[in-house]
């Protein structure tokens, strides 16, 4: 691949940029202790609604999707938004600004790619006009979902419904105020062979029979105002109309779903890295420790190295793996993925943690970002599928190629 950015891509760049710039950073802190008032939990910060909405008038909204999915769409290529998604990254709550959040961006691929122009106009029209949000349903408390197959969810047939009955958990934006669509994934037909038992399913967020039992943490943060959500669905009835592309096209439409997504987490996760090591060497320039800078200790100075190195391999290994998707789709770039996934979230988890030390305790707590950011990055690991999955995966198909 060309590892120069086009001109158009890079005016892309300057202008996500200047905008983050502009009227993303200047508000870091006051959006932090808003969302971390407890009153306020599950309630946006006033002002996202106004920034969307200058964000929308520059032309900077949903950057992730391609033209022929919808007119609010630049059309950029996966290699083009990568460095964009980078820059996202940098505060973990800006890329809702531009309407390029997850677990949205994901959904909005889906009902681009396989929703009737029923279920387009139902969801997808105010998914992309950053009207409402959505959650997607997978995981499930019961069953080790890493490996998928396992899911027990119930979708069964009804005359022209579906009934749904299962218990889901890590529902991520479940909790958001503005969260009224569900993607459920879920087996229409357990005696089917392994991989086209599940099916996908729009479920209305307050369909009767729904109830969000809990919001969950990781490392005691909740995510607010997103969340995770344990959910639980008992005798759930929907339009059968709701159903995507047909049953036992679950699998299907989870690996379309996921490999650009994939993409969107690591260049995200490297955003966060490169914003770690920047403050770690603001904050190692300006702190004495045993009557020197910080700066001038060779332990330091060897982590900078490490972590300038790392954060650089991950990024020119997720831009190749966009690349590769660009020209041969995800089923041709899976090995890529797969590496990328191993490779940003652990890079993110190393680079972090080095930044976190150089401010001592300032960097365990909610005074920089950066204890965010290694919450994020370590449910990366999880999320998508766990580093194991992707190495077997991985080992498996290096060995056969051979």
């Given at each position: 691949m060309?590892f ?5 891509a ?10 983050m ?7 870091e ?5 808003f ?7 599950w ?8 920034l ?13 999707l391609?033209?022929?999915y919808?007119?609010?769409?630049p059309?950029?290529?996966?290699l083009?938004?990568?460095?964009l998604?980078?820059e996202m990254?940098?505060?973990?709550w800006?890329?809702?600004i ?9 959904n909005m691929?889906?009902?681009?790619k396989?929703?009737t122009?029923?279920?387009q106009?139902?969801?997808l029209?105010?998914l ?5 949000r959505?959650?997607f349903?997978?995981?499930e408390p019961?069953v080790a ?21 299962g218990?889901?958990?890590w ?11 569900y ?6 037909d ?5 991989h ?8 209305p ?6 109830k ?5 943490s990781?490392f005691?943060?909740v995510d ?11 005798n ?9 592309l ?5 699998f299907?439409i ?11 987490h690591?260049?995200?996760?490297i ?7 920047e403050?770690m060497?603001?904050r ?11 700066k001038d ?8 190295a ?10 020119l290994l997720?831009?190749?793996?966009a690349d ?12 890529l993925?797969?590496m ?9 988890c ?8 150089a ?5 365990l707590?909610?005074d920089t ?12 690991r ?9 190495m ?11």
């Open positions: 060309n120069e950015f086009t001109e158009k890079k005016e892309w760049q300057v202008r996500v940029k200047a905008f710039d502009e009227h993303c950073y200047p508000i802190k006051e959006v932090h202790d969302v971390e008032n407890h009153d306020n939990r309630k946006e910060y006033p002002g996202i609604a106004a969307k909405e200058k964000a929308k008038a520059a032309g900077l909204w949903n950057l992730f391609a033209k022929e919808g007119d609010l769409s059309g950029l290529t996966n083009e938004y990568a460095p998604c980078q990254g940098k505060l973990t800006a890329p809702e531009f309407n390029c959040a997850a677990p949205d961006t994901g691929e889906v009902l681009a396989y929703g122009n029923e279920q106009d139902q969801w029209t105010p992309m006009n950053g009207d409402i959505s959650a349903l997978m995981t019961r979902s890493s490996d998928a197959t396992n899911i027990e969810t119930s979708i069964v047939r009804d005359g022209d419904q579906y009934v749904i009955n218990r889901k958990w529902s991520s934006g479940a909790m958001h105020p503005r969260c009224k669509l993607i459920v994934m879920g087996k229409t357990p005696t089917a062979p392994r086209v038992q599940q099916s996908m399913i729009l479920v967020a307050d369909t009767p029979g729904i969000v039992m809990r919001p969950l990781v005691g943060y607010s105002p997103y969340g995770h959500a344990e959910i639980d669905l008992s759930v009835r929907v339009p059968a109309s709701n159903l995507l047909g049953e036992g096209r679950g299907e989870a690996q379309g779903r996921l490999g650009p997504g994939r993409i969107h690591c260049m995200r996760l955003g966060c890295a490169e914003r770690s090591l403050l060497c603001k190692v320039k300006v702190r004495e420790a045993f009557g020197r800078l910080i200790f060779s332990s330091i100075r060897q982590d900078i490490k972590s300038r190195c790392e954060i650089e391999q991950a990024r997720t831009l190749s793996a590769k998707i660009d020209k041969f789709g995800s089923a041709g770039a899976k090995d993925i797969a990328i996934k191993i490779v940003a979230p652990a890079m993110t190393r680079v972090t943690d080095r930044a976190m030390q401010h001592g305790g300032m960097g707590s909610g970002p950066l204890a965010s950011y290694y919450t994020y990055a370590r449910t990366i999880l999320a998508d599928g766990p580093d194991e999955v992707h077997h995966q991985l080992g498996r198909n290096t060995v056969n190629q051979v």
